[in-house]
T-cell receptor, first 112, second 125 residues
Framework: DIVMTQSPLSLPVTPGEPASISCRSS???????????LDWYLQKPGQSPQLLIY???NRAPGVPDRFSGSGSGRDFTLKISRVEAEDVGVYYC?????????FGPGTKVDIK | QVQLQQSGPRLVKPSQTLSLSCAIS??????????WNWVRQSPSRGLEWLGR?????????EYAESVKSRITINPDTSKNQFTLQLKSLTPDDSAVYYC????????WGYGMDVWGQGTTVSVSS
């Protein structure tokens, strides 16, 4: 199975400031079609996970443009340009290149 | 607007079988650009993908090796839903179970964009 790691595991943030989360996979997630099979999800307190980014850098419909995804191969980054209070929760990366799809351990983002 | 509505028991005894349903509104379980997934979440395992079913001229299933001997995911076209059966339960199977729509044969990699509300399942005698 592909193992996903994230850093940091906890991220206190200040509203209005940028934030960044890293995700690394044990194998390259670059498909032969040129896409990276890497998603980012946010799970807000008491809610189901919600899709933010798919194929490494594509924002899901309705996701604010302050969220962006980048990276290729084994190393990926989720950036929030200006954190808002509603962005608190746990962020997960997930690979869908191979089954079983596997998630990272999560990064808990809260307000300082 | 696509919605997934989960139903099923929340308390199951050890060695018994868990049966959960995920009713789809606003989409079709038979659409060949979608895959229908089950994911669970527990403090010990985090988020764990269990498997999926999808249609591409015929029905396919894919399962995580960790549960492959115990799991069945079935589409139910008459009710436009899909189901999860997990047998021989142990307390380690206690978790929140989610159904989710993901990419399919035409849209692999497009992420799980619609999720059910989650069902908290406890395995206890």
């Amino acid at each position: 199975d592909i193992v996903m790691t994230q850093s940091p595991l906890s991220l206190p943030v200040t509203p209005g400031e940028p934030a960044s989360i890293s995700c690394r996979s044990s194998q390259s997630l670059l498909h032969s079609n040129g896409h990276n099979f890497l998603d980012w999800y946010l799970q807000k307190p008491g809610q189901s996970p919600q899709l933010l980014i798919y194929l490494g850098s594509n924002r899901a419909p309705g996701v604010p443009d302050r969220f962006s995804g980048s990276g290729s191969g084994r190393d990926f980054t989720l950036k929030i340009s200006r954190v808002e209070a509603e962005d608190v929760g746990v962020y997960y990366c997930m690979q869908s290149l191979q089954t079983p799809h596997t998630f990272g351990p999560g990064t808990k983002v809260d307000i300082k | 607007q696509v919605q997934l509505q989960q139903s099923g028991p929340r308390l199951v005894k050890p060695s018994q079988t868990l049966s959960l349903s995920c009713a789809i509104s606003g989409d079709s379980v038979s659409r060949n650009s979608a895959g229908w997934n089950w994911v669970r979440q527990s403090p010990s395992r985090g988020l764990e993908w269990l498997g999926r079913t999808y249609y591409n001229s015929k029905w396919y299933n894919e399962y995580a090796e960790s549960v492959k001997s115990r799991i069945t995911i079935n589409p139910d076209t008459s009710k436009n839903q899909f189901t999860l059966q997990l047998k021989s339960l142990t307390p380690d199977d206690s978790a929140v179970y989610y159904c989710a729509r993901g990419g399919g044969p035409l849209t692999w990699g497009y992420g799980m964009d619609v999720w059910g509300q989650g069902t908290t399942v406890s395995v206890s005698s």
